[in-house]
């Protein structure tokens, strides 16, 4: 059981826009900054969002990062086959004194 | 931004031992806190250590704490984890990654491509 949650999976089609939700807790995304990435298939995660909603160079400002309270999404417009993959939240956990992940979202572009 | 490259991954037998490596490059190792997620097959990603950029300070997810030691030496910009009493449920690729500044928590902005740890007798 992830200490972040978010929906197993999601799908929608080309040109489309879709959210992912990742909820969790006062002692993590309600104030810490959220993470979000990328795993493509048979590759290493990928840095996509970084502090609730910067963008990394290079990456497509299709991709977009908010928070809200102790919950933030990552949402996606103009969909394209290439965005399939994996997602994951993630966010420093004060009373873990950890890193905690979210159990990861599988995108499929229909 | 860098490269990383881990190494050290392998079949070994419950209880055993293992020391993963990940060579760094590109970036001034000792300015960067480093961290290692692993990834069972077909599951998600799982937080394991993380250490700051000159190593004084070492964190755990509480499965490995006991069992794991996470160090790096500066001087060969080289990140290790020292896997002690091997479980089943260790099984995975393990990745390490860069964090953002000198301590957690910055996010991992550069990951290398893993290592396979499998636990099996």
């Known amino acids: 059981q992830s200490v972040l949650t978010q929906p197993t999976s999601a799908s929608g089609t080309p040109g489309q826009s879709v959210t992912i939700s990742c909820s969790g807790g006062?002692?993590?995304?309600?104030?810490?900054?959220v993470y979000w990435y990328q795993q493509l298939p048979g590759t290493a995660p990928k840095l996509l969002i970084y502090?609730?909603?910067r963008r990394p160079s290079g990456v497509p400002d299709r991709f977009s990062g908010s928070k809200s309270g102790t919950s933030a999404s990552l949402a996606i417009s103009g969909l394209r086959s290439e965005d399939e993959a994996d997602y994951y939240c993630?966010?420093?956990?004060?009373?873990?004194?950890?890193?905690?992940f979210g159990g990861g979202t599988r995108l499929t572009v229909l | 931004e860098g490269q990383l490259l881990e190494s050290g991954g392998d079949l070994v037998q419950p209880g055993g031992s293992l020391r993963l490596s990940c060579a760094a490059s590109?970036?001034?190792?000792?300015?960067?806190?480093m961290s290692w997620v692993r990834q069972a097959s077909g599951k998600g990603l799982e937080w394991v250590s993380s250490?700051?950029?000159?190593?004084?300070?070492?964190y755990y997810e509480d499965s490995v704490k006991g069992r794991f030691t996470i160090s790096r030496d500066n001087s060969k910009n080289t990140l290790y984890l020292q896997l002690n009493t091997l479980r089943a449920e260790d099984t995975a690729v393990y990745y390490c990654?860069?964090?953002?500044?000198?301590?957690?928590?910055?996010?991992?902005?550069?990951w290398g491509q893993g290592t396979t740890v499998t636990v099996s007798s």
């Open positions: 590109g970036f001034t190792f000792s300015d960067y806190a």
């Open positions: 502090r609730h909603s």
């Open positions: 006062s002692s993590n995304i309600g104030i810490n900054y």
């Open positions: 250490i700051s950029g000159s190593g004084e300070s070492t």
């Open positions: 993630a966010a420093w956990d004060d009373s873990l004194s950890g890193w905690v």
């Open positions: 990654a860069k964090e953002g500044d000198k301590y957690p928590p910055h996010g991992m902005g550069v």
